[in-house]
C-alpha cells in the first residue's frame, strides 16, 4: 500500500537553473496539494490540482513556479531560475476527493540552491 | 499573516503525564480543523480532526478540544510516550476556500523517560 511518493528527495541546483519536483499521490486519490515548508516556519500552501486542471494557486508565487497535474504520470511542481530563496521543504499531499480536509502527506522533496 | 498559531515553540513532558498543545486561529471561516505530526525528514502524518460542529474529538490517547468562541483548540496527549516525541502541527481549513490546510508553525514535543 504505497503512499504517496515523491522525488528526488534531495535536489541541488545552482541560482539560475530549474527545479522540477515530482509527487505520485495515493492510489486512487485524484487530488494534489502542494506546500512549501521554509526553514522555521510552517507549511504553507501553494496549489491544489486535480487531473489535467488546476482548481487553486493562490499559494504560488506570480513569476518562475507552475504546476501540473497529467492525465497520467506524477504532479510535476516546476521551479524555473531558482533562487537561494527557493531553499525550502516541498511537500505533496493528496485526498481521494476534493471534499476530503484529510490529506496525506508524501516525504517531502528538500531543494537546495547554491 | 499567520491564520494559525502555535505561540509555544516547544514543550517537555515526563513520560506517562499529559501533554498539552495549543492552537489559536484568527479566520472564523474555518470549519474544519486537523492536528498532524511530523518527524525530522519525514512528511506530516494526520493525527487526529474535529469539525466546528463538535467541540470534541477523541481517539485513543489522543483528544482535540474545540473552543469556538475563543478561536482555540488544543491536543492532549494521555499518556505521553517516548514515541510521542515529534513536531505536532495544527491546521486549519474552509470548506469554501477549496480545503487548502493552513499551517501553525509547529510545537516541538519532547517526552523524556
Known amino acids: 500500500n504505497a503512499g504517496v511518493m515523491q522525488n528526488p528527495r534531495h535536489l541541488v541546483r545552482r541560482r539560475g537553473q530549474e527545479a522540477r519536483l515530482r509527487c505520485s499521490p495515493m492510489?486512487?486519490?485524484?487530488?494534489v496539494y502542494w506546500y512549501r515548508q521554509l526553514p522555521e516556519e510552517g507549511l504553507k500552501f501553494m496549489v491544489y490540482?486535480?487531473?489535467?486542471?488546476?482548481?487553486?494557486e493562490s499559494g504560488m508565487p506570480k513569476e518562475r513556479f507552475s504546476a501540473e497535474f497529467p492525465k497520467e504520470g506524477p504532479s510535476i511542481l516546476r521551479i524555473q531560475q531558482v533562487v537561494r530563496g527557493d531553499s525550502a521543504a516541498y511537500f505533496c499531499?493528496?485526498?481521494?476527493?476534493?471534499?476530503?480536509?484529510?490529506?496525506?502527506f508524501g516525504p517531502g522533496t528538500r531543494l537546495t540552491v547554491t | 499573516d499567520q491564520q494559525v498559531k502555535q505561540n509555544s515553540p516547544s514543550l517537555s513532558v515526563q513520560e506517562g503525564r499529559i501533554s498539552i498543545l495549543n492552537c489559536d486561529y484568527t479566520?472564523?471561516?474555518?470549519?474544519?480543523f486537523l492536528w498532524y505530526k511530523k518527524y525530522p525528514a519525514e512528511g506530516p502524518t494526520f493525527l487526529i480532526s474535529i469539525s466546528s460542529i463538535k467541540d470534541k474529538n477523541e481517539d485513543g490517547r489522543f483528544t482535540v478540544f474545540l473552543n469556538k468562541s475563543a478561536k482555540h483548540l488544543s491536543l492532549h496527549i494521555v499518556p505521553s510516550q517516548p514515541g510521542d516525541s515529534a513536531v505536532y502541527f495544527c491546521a486549519a481549513s474552509a470548506s469554501n476556500s477549496g480545503y487548502a490546510l493552513n499551517f501553525g508553525k509547529g510545537t516541538s514535543l519532547l517526552v523524556t523517560p
Open positions: 499531499a493528496s485526498s481521494p476527493t476534493g471534499t476530503d480536509y484529510e490529506q496525506y
Open positions: 479566520n472564523s471561516m474555518f470549519d474544519y
Open positions: 490540482l486535480q487531473k489535467e486542471n488546476i482548481i487553486d
Open positions: 492510489k486512487g486519490h485524484s487530488h
